[in-house]
């Protein structure tokens, strides 16, 4: 039997999504429905497991060894609300041969399309059945803690440091560090198991801010609307038009920025759009969001009303500023990768996670590769092999620590 994947498989049938729109903490009371199972979970296996009244989920393995550093591992627990994510109905395909994936009738992948296919030829995959996500983001990271909880409460022998848990809610909607309990986890420094290929080690983020636009139109009927009507949905889209087009992030990669459209509502009195920035370089990050006000300035003075009203909000900064002085955890999870036959995988996330908001307020956290892939839609899947690598990875981390 296999725990690891049977946990995962467990999970992923629970419906954890968040909710961008919520006024609630955290966004869906559902994500607690597996937070509640996980605590469960910790307790049958000897630890003093709870979750707290704002959803996060902590523990603590106690120190058998004096002197060492305490470490902490974090995922979370919900899932992206950008694809369906209730009815999960996960499907094994068993030493994946590198051919076309066929999810249903109307839904495949090809490998050379999805060129992440081609990593896991020779391995055993969880796929979906097209019609919701995964999960894989981020319950990969989820039931590999927990076979590491499992591990360390069936081998008392093996000597470690102080070891703490937390599985956190609304991180895909940027709150999953808001309400983090340091008063209680009280680690050294920590790693978030979020990343995807095994054997990834990821310290350097996005800088993000959410940008919200509110566009007021004049309602005139079109009868008699020449030089009177201001279609708030055409101010919107001329709003669009004058952002720099190829910071659309379908044209860019690696440590390029970008401006997202990810709402759009209107009618002809009132429009609203809201737009994720993302860059790495902070000057670069400064100048998009500049970008915006001075559009937005600009069509205020062409039509002589405030057209439009401009909204910004950072959510998180590049963790790398701190990090870049304490790259003691980096290597230590780069030699643990070395030990485990792997060569470490150094890349830039194009996105965010828990880590970056909690280097920032004093806990250290890169971010791990838990073995799943293309996030966040139908066509996420994982690979049985790279989930155990990276549960040993993560022994291995506590053995280099405890050394």
Same mark, same amino acid.
């Given at each position: 039997?296999?725990?690891?994947?049977?946990?995962?498989?467990?999970?992923?049938?629970?419906?954890?999504?968040?909710?961008?729109?919520?006024?609630?903490?955290?966004?869906?009371?559902?994500?607690?429905?597996?937070?509640?199972?996980?605590?469960?979970?910790?307790?049958?296996?000897?630890?003093?497991?709870?979750?707290?009244?704002?959803?996060?989920?902590?523990?603590?393995?106690?120190?058998?060894?004096?002197?060492?550093?305490?470490?902490?591992?974090?995922?979370?627990?919900?899932?992206?609300?950008?694809?369906?994510?209730?009815?999960?109905?996960?499907?094994?395909?068993?030493?994946?041969?590198?051919?076309?994936?066929?999810?249903?009738?109307?839904?495949?992948?090809?490998?050379?399309?999805?060129?992440?296919?081609?990593?896991?030829?020779?391995?055993?995959?969880?796929?979906?059945?097209?019609?919701?996500?995964?999960?894989?983001?981020?319950?990969?990271?989820?039931?590999?803690?927990?076979?590491?909880?499992?591990?360390?409460?069936?081998? !008392?022998?093996?000597?470690?440091?102080?070891?703490?848990?937390?599985?956190?809610?609304?991180?895909?909607?940027?709150?999953?560090?808001?309400?983090?309990?340091?008063?209680?986890?009280?680690?050294?420094?920590?790693?978030?198991?979020?990343?995807?290929?095994?054997?990834?080690?990821?310290?350097?983020?996005?800088?993000?801010?959410?940008?919200?636009?509110?566009?007021?139109?004049?309602?005139?009927?079109?009868?008699?609307?020449?030089?009177?009507?201001?279609?708030?949905?055409?101010?919107?889209?001329?709003?669009?038009?004058?952002?720099?087009?190829?910071?659309?992030?379908?044209?860019?990669?690696?440590?390029?920025?970008?401006?997202?459209?990810?709402?759009?509502?209107?009618?002809?009195?009132?429009?609203?759009?809201?737009?994720?920035?993302?860059?790495?370089?902070?000057?670069?990050?400064?100048?998009?969001?500049?970008?915006? %006000? !001075?559009?937005?300035?600009?069509?205020?003075? !062409?039509?002589?009303?405030?057209?439009?009203? %401009?909204? %910004?909000?950072?959510?998180?900064?590049?963790?790398?500023?701190?990090?870049?002085?304490?790259?003691?955890?980096?290597?230590?999870?780069?030699?643990?990768?070395?030990?485990?036959?792997?060569?470490? !995988?150094?890349?830039?996330?194009?996105?965010?996670?828990?880590?970056?908001?909690?280097?920032?307020?004093?806990?250290?956290?890169?971010?791990?590769?838990?073995?799943?892939?293309?996030?966040?839609?139908?066509?996420?899947?994982?690979?049985?092999?790279?989930?155990?690598?990276?549960?040993?990875?993560?022994?291995?981390?506590?053995?280099?620590?405890?050394?």
């Amino acid at each position: 039997m296999n725990t690891l994947i049977d946990r995962f498989l467990r999970y992923v049938k629970i419906d954890t999504q968040s909710d961008h729109e919520s006024k609630t903490f955290p966004s869906t009371e559902k994500q607690k429905d597996l937070s509640r199972l996980l605590v469960e979970e910790l307790k049958a296996m000897g630890l003093d497991a709870f979750l707290d009244k704002d959803g996060y989920v902590y523990t603590k393995i106690e120190k058998n060894v004096e002197g060492k550093k305490a470490l902490g591992f974090i995922a979370h627990v919900d899932t992206s609300p950008d694809a369906p994510g209730k009815n999960v109905n996960p499907r094994i395909i068993k030493n994946y041969d590198g051919s076309i994936v066929r999810l249903n009738d109307e839904l495949s992948m090809h490998p050379n399309q999805y060129p992440a296919l081609k990593k896991v030829i020779g391995e055993d995959i969880i796929v979906t059945d097209g019609h919701t996500l995964l999960g894989a983001d981020d319950k990969c990271g989820v039931a590999e803690i927990m076979e590491l909880a499992a591990y360390y409460t069936t081998h !008392k022998d093996v000597k470690h440091g102080d070891i703490y848990i937390c599985f956190t809610p609304d991180e895909e909607i940027g709150q999953g560090a808001d309400r983090f309990d340091f008063e209680f986890f009280k680690a050294d420094f920590a790693y978030t198991a979020d990343g995807s290929e095994v054997g990834g080690i990821e310290y350097e983020n996005f800088n993000a801010a959410t940008i919200n636009l509110n566009f007021t139109g004049i309602s005139i009927h079109p009868g008699s609307a020449k030089h009177k009507l201001i279609n708030a949905a055409h101010v919107a889209f001329e709003f669009h038009q004058m952002l720099p087009t190829f910071l659309n992030p379908a044209f860019t990669e690696n440590y390029e920025g970008f401006n997202h459209l990810t709402q759009i509502q209107g009618q002809v009195e009132h429009a609203h759009t809201q737009y994720i920035v993302r860059n790495h370089d902070k000057n670069l990050f400064k100048k998009q969001k500049d970008d915006f %006000i !001075k559009i937005a300035n600009y069509l205020n003075d !062409k039509y002589e009303y405030q057209v439009v009203k %401009i909204e %910004i909000k950072d959510s998180y900064f590049n963790m790398y500023d701190i990090i870049k002085d304490h790259m003691y955890v980096v290597e230590l999870a780069k030699q643990a990768t070395i030990n485990q036959g792997l060569e470490p !995988k150094i890349e830039p996330i194009r996105g965010g996670t828990d880590g970056a908001r909690l280097t920032y307020d004093g806990l250290i956290c890169p971010n791990l590769g838990t073995g799943g892939y293309q996030f966040h839609g139908r066509l996420e899947f994982a690979s049985i092999q790279q989930m155990e690598k990276a549960v040993e990875i993560y022994k291995e981390i506590i053995k280099l620590n405890a050394e």
